[in-house]
Antibody, heavy 116, light 107 residues
Framework: EVQLVESGGGLVQPGGSLKLSCAASGFTFSGSAMHWVRQASGKGLEWVGRIRSKANSYATAYAASVKGRFTISRDDSKNTAYLQMNSLKTEDTAVYYC???????WGQGTLVTVSS | DIQMTQSPSSLSASVGDRVTITCQASQDISNYLNWYQQKPGKAPKLLIYDASNLETGVPSRFSGSGSGTDFTFTISSLQPEDIATYYCQQYDNPALTFGGGTKVEIK
């Protein structure tokens, strides 16, 4: 059974940093791209970014709204993807989901609240 | 970035009705389009990939069509369990983008 479990969410002040994790199991993690998608309360889905596999040089891509502030990485030995979020703004408040390459599997999400 | 314009933003239909949602891309995306269903408090669920391919396990009342810039998602006979918000999403461009969503309610 495929499982994606996000962790690391919480309350952070504007300008602060937070690192989310996405632990994967049940599929060949090392061969899969991984995405991060977020959803503010009552709003639609927003793609945050993705990281490709080693075979694709771990290439990353980001939404314009987070480029330069957020960094996606992965540790294939731990079957885990990460989202490092720096210079956080109140508008980054959302539930953050990780998803596998074809976006056919999703985690349950972790809530990030940016507030003073 | 490619903009995805989804309509309507909400609709109300009766059980058994045919429901149609459209999604228009701001440029040609070939068939690189997914459709998702999202129920309150839950993660999105992939229903349709490559514009018209039904994900394994998804009921056949769901279908998708289109290519280029214009796409359609159809529920052939609306069921009570289909109450949800539906999203299109393009993956032609490295920067993926979602449509604004369509909230489907029962009349």
């Amino acid at each position: 059974e495929v499982q994606l479990v996000e962790s690391g969410g919480g309350l952070v002040q504007p300008g602060g940093s937070l690192k989310l994790s996405c632990a994967a199991s049940g599929f060949t993690f090392s061969g899969s791209a991984m995405h991060w998608v977020r959803q503010a309360s009552g709003k639609g889905l927003e793609w945050v970014g993705r990281i490709r596999s080693k075979a694709n040089s771990y290439a990353t891509a980001y939404a314009a709204s987070v480029k330069g502030r957020f960094t996606i990485s992965r540790d294939d030995s731990k079957n885990t993807a990460y989202l490092q979020m720096n210079s956080l703004k109140t508008e980054d408040t959302a539930v953050y989901y990780c998803s596998s390459g074809g976006m056919d599997y999703w985690g349950q999400g972790t809530l990030v609240t940016v507030s003073s | 970035d490619i903009q995805m314009t989804q309509s309507p933003s909400s609709l109300s239909a009766s059980v058994g009705d045919r429901v149609t949602i459209t999604c228009q891309a701001s440029q040609d995306i070939s068939n690189y389009l997914n459709w998702y269903q999202q129920k309150p408090g839950k993660a999105p669920k992939l229903l349709i990939y490559d514009a018209s391919n039904l994900e394994t396990g998804v009921p056949s009342r769901f279908s998708g069509s289109g290519s280029g810039t214009d796409f359609t998602f159809t529920i052939s006979s609306l069921q009570p369990e289909d109450i949800a918000t539906y999203y299109c999403q393009q993956y032609d461009n490295p920067a993926l983008t979602f449509g604004g969503g369509t909230k489907v309610e029962i009349k």
